[in-house]
């Protein structure tokens, strides 16, 4: 299937159109950005915390009660969300105009803001990968019931959601509010 040459543009990467999707949020644009920011973050460490409650209160089966539960939430579980809440706490923190070298001050500013944006980001990257491997690693190689292995993918969701919600708050804080303005000549 080709498409017609009077609509081809060989800058395109699919072959079926994206919809526009020209939603205008007017001023509205970064509040709405942070408020997304937040539900994002609520929701990836309600995730986490179900499964932590649910792991806590797990009991064996009725039928036969001498049995106990396989797997629990331990520390373990714990860490690659406390590495991505580092990591997002850093990036936020960052001041913007220091990254794109807007400031007239330190001229080692600029480095060592994109430094830290860097560990930042690794934080996240390695909270990720941590989370993955555990649920790998924990739950899904010791072929556990699907009650179980509801703690791990409770895991990488919450790490994929902080990295979300640190994108979009990135993101969000970028924008120019209504009461900015730019005075160049």
């Not at 644009?29 to 409650?53: K, P, S």
Request: glycine share 6%; net charge negative.
């Amino acid at each position: 299937m080709s498409l017609p040459r009077s609509d081809y543009d060989p800058r395109r990467v699919c072959l079926n159109p994206f919809p526009d999707l020209n939603i205008n949020f007017g001023k509205h644009r970064r509040t709405i950005g942070i408020y997304l920011a937040g539900a994002l973050f609520a929701l990836a460490n309600w995730t986490f915390l179900d499964a932590a409650i649910l792991s806590a209160h797990a009991h064996a089966p009725y039928d036969d009660p001498q049995i106990p539960p396989p797997v629990h939430v331990q520390f373990v579980d714990w860490v690659p969300g406390i590495c991505s809440l580092i990591g997002m706490l850093v990036i936020n923190m960052i001041d913007k105009d220091r990254i794109r070298g807007d400031d007239y001050g330190d001229s080692t500013a600029v480095w060592r803001a994109r430094l830290f944006l860097f560990i930042g980001f690794s934080f996240m990257a390695g909270g990720l990968a941590g989370s993955v491997s555990l649920h790998v690693l924990k739950y899904v190689m010791m072929d556990y019931p699907e009650q179980y292995t509801y703690y791990g993918y409770a895991n990488v969701s919450q790490n994929v959601a902080l990295m979300l919600s640190a994108v979009v708050l990135w993101i969000a804080q970028s924008a120019q509010t209504e009461y900015d303005y730019s005075l160049t000549l």
